[in-house]
């Protein structure tokens, strides 16, 4: 690795610190400029009960972060001509049309303009594994709103929307698609992941401490109602294996280091390898959507599928910057104009952005 010495060092400096103030139990940084690797850094451990360090191929259960990888799967399989951003769901998938939801397309799944975030309120972590069984729900729901019209977050149910849409197009799950179109020619199918293969669940890094979690939402809210609390985000959910195994596209398991390979490639700064074209690039990390999200309660903008913001509050260039970070503090995202692929994976299951967000800050101030 030919990385600066003076960034690859700040880097390692600054989640050292982190590890040994206990803010965090183990960190992964990855980043890319040009294809070429200039940060490649690790600290503290995957498993404080055994004391197993953080490696740089650890894997780490990223939350949303693994929204990202599914819709960079959804525009790679539009740049093939598999999908089609009008794509109508009911077109492939006739039973998703009920209730007046004919007109959903792949681009309102992309934007959680769909109108279907919900679950059912006794979900279990087991359930997630039972593809058909969430799809069939799902299918059967009334729109919350008008689909098109608004949106909310689709914290899980996006993937399975997605995925089936996409099974139901070209035969192939989602898992597979990502294996065959990203992974594999990238040389990350054992790193880039939805569900974890038994023989690499040992490889995964445990999320704590015991108890930890996210603020569950209040109640009967509508972000209560799409996150049940069977499947909240919390460090027993993160851990379970039946959940690391599951194919939930809506997360995803993966290092940092294939995180930010796959962006760099989307970035097209891979040799050899093109998942899509400039003109398409510029399609994905568009802004095009702000307003209201009708789940969470907040303002918000949403690119195709991506967030477009970086997580250290850095100032890009609308339509520059693409990506997604997970509810842990784990991120995965690309800037076009610097040319930088950054991924943050960590094992403190909170809502903490702070050392995503200071090393996005170095990665800025070092390369822009």
Excluded at 26 to 48: E, K
Excluded at 141 to 169: D, I, K
């Amino acid at each position: 690795m030919n990385a600066p010495p003076s960034l690859q060092r700040r880097v390692q400096d600054v989640i050292d610190e982190l590890v040994a103030s206990d803010a965090e139990d183990g960190i992964q940084v990855a980043v890319l400029q040009h294809g070429r690797v200039v940060v490649d850094a690790v600290a503290g451990l995957a498993d404080p009960r055994t004391g197993r360090p953080v490696g740089p191929d650890t894997l780490f259960f990223a939350a949303s972060t693994g929204k990202g990888v599914a819709t960079s799967i959804a525009h790679v399989l539009v740049e093939r001509g598999d999908l089609g951003y009008g794509q109508r769901v009911a077109d492939v998938w006739p039973e998703f049309a009920a209730h007046g939801k004919d007109f959903v397309t792949l681009r309102d799944v992309l934007l959680h303009t769909a109108g279907v975030p919900g679950l059912w309120p006794q979900i279990h972590p087991a359930d997630l594994g039972d593809w058909h069984r969430v799809c069939a729900f799902i299918a059967d729901q009334p729109p919350w709103w008008p689909p098109g019209t608004r949106t909310g977050y689709h914290a899980l149910t996006f993937g399975f929307v997605l995925g089936e849409l996409v099974r139901r197009a070209t035969g192939r799950t989602l898992a597979a698609a990502l294996r065959e179109e990203i992974a594999a020619p990238l040389g990350i199918t054992d790193e880039l992941l939805f569900g974890v293969p038994a023989h690499r669940l040992a490889c995964v890094a445990r999320q704590g401490p015991p108890g930890a979690a996210p603020p569950p939402p209040p109640p009967g809210s509508p972000l209560d109602r799409a996150i049940p609390p069977g499947v909240q985000p919390t460090a027993a959910f993160a851990n379970c294996p039946e959940v690391l195994r599951a194919d939930v596209p809506s997360q995803g398991t993966m290092s940092a280091r294939a995180a930010a390979r796959m962006y760099a490639a989307l970035l097209g700064h891979v040799d050899g390898i093109e998942l899509v074209s400039r003109l398409r690039l510029t399609t994905m990390a568009t802004p095009t959507f702000a307003g209201a999200d009708q789940v969470v309660g907040i303002p918000t903008t949403l690119a195709l599928g991506y967030s477009p913001a970086r997580p250290g509050g850095v100032d890009s260039r609308p339509g520059s910057t693409f990506g997604f970070l997970g509810s842990n503090g784990c991120a995965a995202y690309a800037d076009i104009d610097s040319g930088v692929a950054v991924a943050v994976m960590r094992n403190r299951m909170v809502t903490d952005m702070s050392a995503a967000a200071a090393i996005d800050r170095i990665i800025a101030d070092g390369l822009g």
